[in-house]
Structures are given as C-alpha cells and as structure tokens.
C-alpha cells in the first residue's frame, strides 16, 4: 500500500508538471480561438533576408522601434516636406523664373534620394514582390515616376503632385499607431451604418428633386435666377446644405416660405447621418473593450491545474486554488 500511494503520488507531481508545460500551449489556443477575424498576427507581414546585411537594413528601414529606424523615419519625412514645399513653390509665377533651376535640383536630388530608398527596400526583404505590389510599394512608385516621366513627356512634370502621398508616412514617425486602430474603428462604424445613410440619402436626393422642382413652379415665371428645373435643383442643394451662395435667391413670399423650410430641413443632414454614425462608433466602442477583456481573462492561465478566464485582478486560481 505505501509503494502504491507513492506511485500515486508521484503520478499527481508528473501529472502537474505536464499541466505546467502544457499551459502556455494552452494559452496560446484559448486566445487564438477568442480572437476575432482579422485581428490574429499579421500574416503578410514583409520578412528581412536571409543574409546579415539585409537584415541589418531591414531593421533600419522598416522598424521604427529601433533608435536607427526613427532617425530614418525622421530624415524621410524631411525630405518629404522639403520635396513637397519645391513642387508648391514651382508653381508659383513670380517664384519660378528667379528659383526655378534650384527648385528643380532639389526635385531631382530628392527623387534620385526617393529612387534609392525604394531599392533598398526592396533589396532588404526576402520576397521584394509582396512589398513591390503592397500600398506603400506602388505609394513610393508613384511618388518617383513623374519626375521620370517629365524627361520623355511634356508637361508631366505637373504630375509630381502626388508626391504628397508620402505624408501617409508621418503615420510611423508619430507613433500614429493608436490611432490608425482607431481609424479602422471608423471605418468599420462607416461599414455598418452605410446601408442607413445609403437609404437616407436616398430619401435627400428625392427630397432635393421635388423642391427644386416646386420652387421652379413657384418662382419659374419671375426674375429671380430658377429658368429651369436643373438650376432650380442646384439651388436646393446649395440651401439644403446650408452654403448658401446668394447667386439665386427667392423673390416671392411663397418661395421664400419654402426657402426658410429647406434650410431647417438642411440640419437633419448633419444630425440624423452624424446620429446613426456615432451609435455605431459607441457600439464598436463597447464590442473592443468586451473583447479586451475577454483576451485578459483567457491569459491568466493557471499554471497548476490550466484553468483560464480569471478574473483581471484575482490572485488565487479559482479551481485549485494556487498563486495565479
């Protein structure tokens, strides 16, 4: 009997220690299975190379974390500034012929800068096709072409415009990523309340029509600017709206009855969308902080007995009642 409880025992010790290297496995499930779509780590994130000089590049150029990447972040948001204050001033008639030829070598300077940081990405990473056909990849493409093409074509110089879409990466050099999950909060509101606003819209645009049309009936036969149903309809949207251009305006009592109904009519533009996108907002407010809490509880994993969904502040496990 003593040999027997002792195998007994040492049954339980072997038992919990198979427990204890099986928690993390286990936590890693439960959290897998608690995550909702899409928010599961990043599978198409852009990998280095292999080689050692790749990855030291990759660490400068794409990870911001680093005390090297954000000076890097920071020199390319320089020139991107810089490049996009050239291209405005070029177009400015009495800058041009005194500063045309420095702003021009600025262009090309930073372009030729531009030219090779897209090399290099692509030279840094194991699969330069993913990051070639990724937003930022056809972004950078963008951003160099015109300068290019302004040496084969006339006037495509006017293109380098879009430059401007390099600020997109002011994002990585504020710590911006807080917000951009924000971002995507409003996006996913915007998602969900479009099929509302799509039918209160619609209701606006036959509301828009038919007074234009009636104040094309009621003011029609006078001088007061609505000679036909189209300009009549246009007027309704500048009122509507609030604008308010001044360039037509009522001249009957009646019309100008109408006119103060379309603009308190107008407010329930920016109140009833602006309603229904704040309640989802809130909504996807409370969904992400239920999910959060959710992840919370599934991590604390007893180590002891693997019992999960504890309470955020607990100490004890709940089950077997060991230190958590």
């Not at 619609?202 to 189209?230: N, R």
Request: charge should be positive; proline fraction near 4%.
């Amino acid at each position: 009997m003593p040999a027997l409880a002792g195998r007994s025992h040492r049954d339980r010790l072997r038992g919990m220690s198979d427990v204890k290297n099986r928690a993390p496995e286990h936590a890693e499930v439960l959290l897998a299975s608690k995550l909702p779509a899409g928010e599961g780590p990043p599978l198409n994130r852009l990998e280095p190379g292999n080689t050692g000089w790749q990855r030291r590049w990759y660490e400068v150029i794409f990870e911001s974390e680093t005390s090297a990447g954000k000076w890097f972040d920071v020199a390319l948001l320089v020139f991107i500034m810089l490049s996009i204050v050239a291209v405005m001033l070029e177009s400015v008639a009495s800058i041009q012929p005194r500063y045309g030829s420095l702003l021009a070598a600025i262009e090309w300077g930073i372009t030729l800068i531009f030219s090779l940081e897209y090399l290099a990405r692509l030279a840094c990473v194991a699969r330069p096709s993913r990051y070639a056909l990724s937003f930022f990849g056809i972004v950078d493409v963008v951003s160099i072409l015109p300068s290019y093409l302004a040496l084969f074509f006339s006037g495509a110089h006017t293109l380098a415009t879009v430059r401007t879409l390099r600020l997109l990466r002011v994002f990585r050099v504020l710590k911006m990523a807080r917000h951009l999950k924000e971002a995507t909060t409003l996006l996913t509101a915007l998602k969900q309340t479009w099929p509302k606003i799509t039918v209160f819209l619609t209701v606006i645009f036959c509301s828009i029509v038919i007074m234009g049309t009636v104040m094309y009936l009621i003011e029609g036969q006078e001088d007061s600017g609505f000679v036909d149903i189209p300009t009549s309809v246009y007027w309704a949207i500048v009122t509507m709206t609030t604008v308010g251009y001044g360039d037509i305006a009522p001249v009957t009592p009646l019309g100008k009855f109408m006119a103060a109904m379309i603009m308190l009519f107008g407010y329930a533009i920016i109140i009833v969308p602006t309603g229904l996108f704040s309640a989802e907002v809130i909504s996807g407010a409370h969904s992400a902080d239920k999910r959060a809490a959710d992840k919370r509880a599934v991590s604390r994993l007893c180590e002891d007995c693997g019992r999960s969904r504890h309470d955020e502040d607990a100490q004890y496990c709940a089950g077997c009642g060991s230190s958590l």
